[in-house]
């Protein structure tokens, strides 16, 4: 695997190039990479039977592309394998900055887009392979206890795969930042930082006993 500092940074493209803030842009290629693996929900776009569609995915990432999956017969899905240009977005709220006026109030945040034309897997191992990462993602300490999916359920599964080669990666980070006679307003300003975090777990009243991983 290649080291952070070895790999190559994002370049734009007339897509992905930051119009408004374009100081925010994140070139680190490592970056990316880190808000897809920390990220639990993305959404991908494109147009079906001339509408716009867009439907939320677990993404997951394996080297140099990223994930989804869903039904075969999905009209999103279906219309991706087909060659649909498509468009996924990936975006973690880190916080909400409270300004001393509405006006400069904003997001902390971490926010990808990839454009590119999915491709669909069709080789049997490499979905089921695929599909085992997701599961290493999501919950990599029940990866050995639980069933792996069968022939029917990996047949009925479409597994869709979109390159990094042009994607952005816009950052904000920081305080408010006021204009300069609302210093002075007697208003509390700062940061409010946001985090997503597991609850306890809610047994299922058919469940076994517990395994090794305790849930």
């Not at 842009?25 to 494109?46: K, P, S």
């Not at 597994?159 to 300069?180: N, Q």
Request: charged residues 20%.
């Amino acid at each position: 695997m290649s080291s952070p500092s070895a790999l190559p940074p994002l370049s734009s493209t007339d897509r992905t190039r930051l119009v408004r803030h374009s100081e925010r842009a994140e070139t680190d290629r490592a970056a990316l990479h880190a808000v897809i693996d920390e990220a639990l929900v993305g959404h991908l776009a494109l147009v079906v039977d001339g509408v716009p569609r867009i439907l939320p995915f677990v993404p997951w990432r394996v080297g140099e592309e990223v994930f989804i999956h869903g039904h075969l017969k999905n009209s999103l899905m279906v219309a991706a394998a087909e060659g649909a240009q498509a468009c996924m977005t990936i975006t973690l709220l880190d916080g909400l900055v409270m300004a001393r006026s509405a006006f400069h109030h904003s997001a902390n945040f971490r926010s990808a887009v990839i454009y590119g034309t999915p491709r669909l897997v069709s080789d049997a191992d490499e979905k089921a392979a695929l599909l085992h990462q997701m599961m290493i993602k999501v919950t990599p300490d029940r990866v050995s206890a639980i069933r792996p999916a069968n022939s029917r359920e990996l047949n009925a599964t479409a597994v869709l795969g979109l390159s990094l080669a042009e994607a952005s990666l816009k950052v904000r980070t920081g305080g408010p930042i006021d204009a300069e006679a609302d210093y002075g307003l007697p208003v509390w300003a700062g940061v409010v930082p946001l985090t997503l975090t597991a609850g306890i777990p809610v047994t299922d009243t058919n469940t076994a006993p517990p395994g090794p991983s305790g849930y």
